[in-house]
């Protein structure tokens, strides 16, 4: 199989969004995971670190993370070197589709983790798999990913329906699934954990908010970073997608515009403790 490329890139940039959304989800992710003390979590496409971090600080013990891009590992090791948390964070260099644990490490996580690696795969029931075979009997798993048609803006920007479904496009032409967030429970199941709970998580408001603008400059950084493999699709042209970026910043400044989105969020529990 082909790897798939990641559409968001990993330049500085895109490292600030995913790091901006960090900091706007992580609480409620974390509210949801429900670490505790003692617990050994593994996270899948660990990315920036951040996250993870959050749960090693649970768990007061080292997350193990598992990361394809370089550049996003040796961010994530600044970043957790400034916040004086190194020895929290266990990035190994490895693929999700095959995890680089030693053989001892297989079925000893309490926890496995995946948020926002699912729609970049083009398997991710592989990516499941291994998930439920590296933690114990009695461990879970918890999967956070997107469902890309959930998202409504209002007052639609002029120009931005069409990005949009180009943008969802793309996942398609990458071997991906812009939809994968629906078909977590279904994963889980179909990897042989037990689905034990589905949430979504609720990102957005309205202008005046604090964190709308946050929201906004995320979804702009989404597109921005996709601008060419929005345009590869044929669907929409290049000062397309710069015409809807603009149409977004400006609908950002609106009194009355309002982001509504939400990020299923999936947990199973292994059978057979
Ligand atoms: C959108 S980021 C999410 C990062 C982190 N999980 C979070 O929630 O902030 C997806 C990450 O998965 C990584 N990734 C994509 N495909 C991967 C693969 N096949 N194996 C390992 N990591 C992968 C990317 O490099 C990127 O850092």
Request: with cysteine; proline share 6%.
């Given at each position: 199989?082909?790897?798939?490329?990641?559409?968001?890139?990993?330049?500085?940039?895109?490292?600030?969004?995913?790091?901006?959304?960090?900091?706007?989800?992580?609480?409620?992710?974390?509210?949801?995971?429900?670490?505790?003390?003692?617990?050994?979590?593994?996270?899948?496409?660990?990315?920036?670190?951040?996250?993870?971090?959050?749960?090693?600080?649970?768990?007061?013990?080292?997350?193990?993370?598992?990361?394809?891009?370089?550049?996003?590992?040796?961010?994530?090791?600044?970043?957790?070197?400034?916040?004086?948390?190194?020895?929290?964070?266990?990035?190994?260099?490895?693929?999700?589709?095959?995890?680089?644990?030693?053989?001892?490490?297989?079925?000893?996580?309490?926890?496995?983790?995946?948020?926002?690696?699912?729609?970049?795969?083009?398997?991710?029931?592989?990516?499941?798999?291994?998930?439920?075979?590296?933690?114990?009997?009695?461990?879970?798993?918890?999967?956070?990913?997107?469902?890309?048609?959930?998202?409504?803006?209002?007052?639609?920007?002029?120009?931005?329906?069409?990005?949009?479904?180009?943008?969802?496009?793309?996942?398609?032409?990458?071997?991906?699934?812009?939809?994968?967030?629906?078909?977590?429970?279904?994963?889980?199941?179909?990897?042989?954990?037990?689905?034990?709970?589905?949430?979504?998580?609720?990102?957005?408001?309205?202008?005046?908010?604090?964190?709308?603008?946050?929201?906004?400059?995320?979804?702009?950084?989404?597109?921005?970073?996709?601008?060419?493999?929005?345009?590869?699709?044929?669907?929409?042209?290049?000062?397309?997608?710069?015409?809807?970026?603009?149409?977004?910043?400006?609908?950002?400044?609106l009194p009355d515009a309002s982001i509504g989105?939400?990020?299923?969020?999936?947990?199973?529990?292994?059978?057979?403790?």
């Amino acid at each position: 199989m082909i790897p798939s490329r990641y559409i968001h890139g990993t330049d500085p940039d895109e490292q600030a969004r995913l790091a901006l959304l960090n900091d706007l989800l992580n609480a409620a992710c974390l509210r949801e995971l429900r670490v505790s003390r003692g617990e050994r979590v593994l996270d899948v496409g660990s990315g920036l670190g951040q996250l993870a971090r959050g749960m090693a600080r649970a768990a007061a013990k080292p997350v193990v993370g598992i990361e394809r891009s370089a550049e996003q590992s040796a961010r994530a090791r600044d970043l957790a070197r400034s916040a004086g948390e190194e020895e929290l964070l266990d990035v190994r260099s490895g693929d999700a589709l095959a995890f680089p644990l030693r053989e001892a490490e297989w079925g000893t996580f309490d926890l496995a983790n995946a948020r926002f690696l699912l729609e970049h795969v083009p398997a991710p029931e592989k990516v499941v798999a291994q998930m439920v075979r590296a933690i114990r009997p009695g461990g879970r798993v918890a999967l956070c990913d997107d469902d890309h048609s959930l998202l409504r803006l209002h007052p639609e920007p002029p120009g931005f329906a069409p990005v949009w479904q180009a943008f969802m496009r793309s996942y398609d032409r990458n071997g991906n699934d812009p939809y994968v967030g629906r078909r977590l429970a279904a994963l889980l199941a179909g990897a042989g954990a037990r689905p034990s709970r589905l949430t979504w998580i609720f990102v957005g408001g309205c202008a005046g908010e604090p964190a709308f603008n946050g929201f906004a400059e995320n979804l702009a950084g989404n597109l921005r970073g996709a601008r060419e493999a929005i345009a590869a699709t044929g669907a929409v042209a290049l000062d397309g997608v710069d015409a809807a970026l603009e149409a977004i910043a400006a609908f950002a400044r609106l009194p009355d515009a309002s982001i509504g989105y939400a990020f299923p969020w999936a947990e199973g529990v292994r059978p057979g403790r």
